[in-house]
């Protein structure tokens, strides 16, 4: 994590879908605000928008079967370890799950630990798990939002990075809301991302400290416009 890199962070990006996520980082990247490269996407899902966005950005995509891993008792150990050897092979620094619909084991955690964010529609520790915004509507919080934290072994637990809050509004339904939150989730992965590149993050037990030098901008992200 050095403040004084002369070359781009070297990412690695796990999806199964959509990965507008993984779009927004890539923009971030061609609009030359994000000092990183895609190393690989890699995608449990054959047929992933995700791989197909890497492929247009001129990134390696790979696409892991599951199945030959299912059955086996450690399928899906023996899963992260085939998915380990590609990061490695690519020499991912930081791993990005963006829409990665797979729960990642001890295997990829420990290889990668405080170098592997994901992102979240919810204010973590609210509303881990699926469908945070259809959550967030059915328990009535006024405040919803998306969460970037580091992957540890708990689902959705690990060390906070940044957050941004959404106002929930009256006709909301969990599609409205998740477009709104999508939107902010665009904002703030590419930005934990830069703040990890520029070596800005220091872990202290469930904290992520950001350096002062952001801290203003930071807070802006945190607070609802
Ligand atoms: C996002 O809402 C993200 O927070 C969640 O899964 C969704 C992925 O969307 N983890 P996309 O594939 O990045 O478009």
């Not at 964010?117 to 509303?127: C, E, G, K, T, Y």
């Not at 919080?141 to 009256?170: N, R, S, Y």
């Not at 037990?205 to 416009?225: I, Q, T």
Request: aromatic share 4%; with cysteine; charged share 25%.
């Amino acid at each position: 994590m050095s403040g004084n890199r002369t070359t781009p962070l070297r990412l690695g990006v796990l999806a199964s879908g959509r990965g507008s996520n993984l779009q927004a980082i890539i923009d971030a990247i061609e609009a030359g605000s994000l000092p990183a490269r895609i190393a690989v996407v890699i995608s449990n899902k054959k047929d992933a928008q995700a791989l197909e966005r890497a492929r247009k950005h001129g990134a390696p995509d790979v696409f892991l079967d599951p199945k030959p891993f299912a059955g086996r008792p450690d399928g899906r150990e023996a899963y992260d370890q085939a998915i380990l050897d590609v990061l490695r092979r690519y020499d991912v620094e930081l791993v990005l799950l963006a829409g990665y619909m797979k729960i990642v084991t001890p295997v990829l955690i420990n290889a990668y630990r405080n170098r592997m964010m994901n992102i979240h529609p919810s204010l973590l520790p609210a509303f881990p798990g699926l469908e945070g915004q259809k959550k967030a509507l059915e328990w009535g919080v006024k405040i919803a939002g998306c969460t970037v934290h580091f992957v540890t072994e708990g689902v959705d637990e690990g060390p906070i990075i940044i957050q941004a809050a959404v106002a929930v509004l009256d006709g909301d339904t969990p599609e409205t809301l998740a477009e709104r939150i999508l939107e902010q989730e665009h904002r703030i992965y590419p930005r934990a991302v830069q703040l990890f590149a520029e070596g800005r993050l220091q872990v202290e037990g469930r904290r992520v400290r950001v350096d002062d030098a952001v801290l203003d901008e930071a807070r802006a992200l945190r607070n609802p416009a």
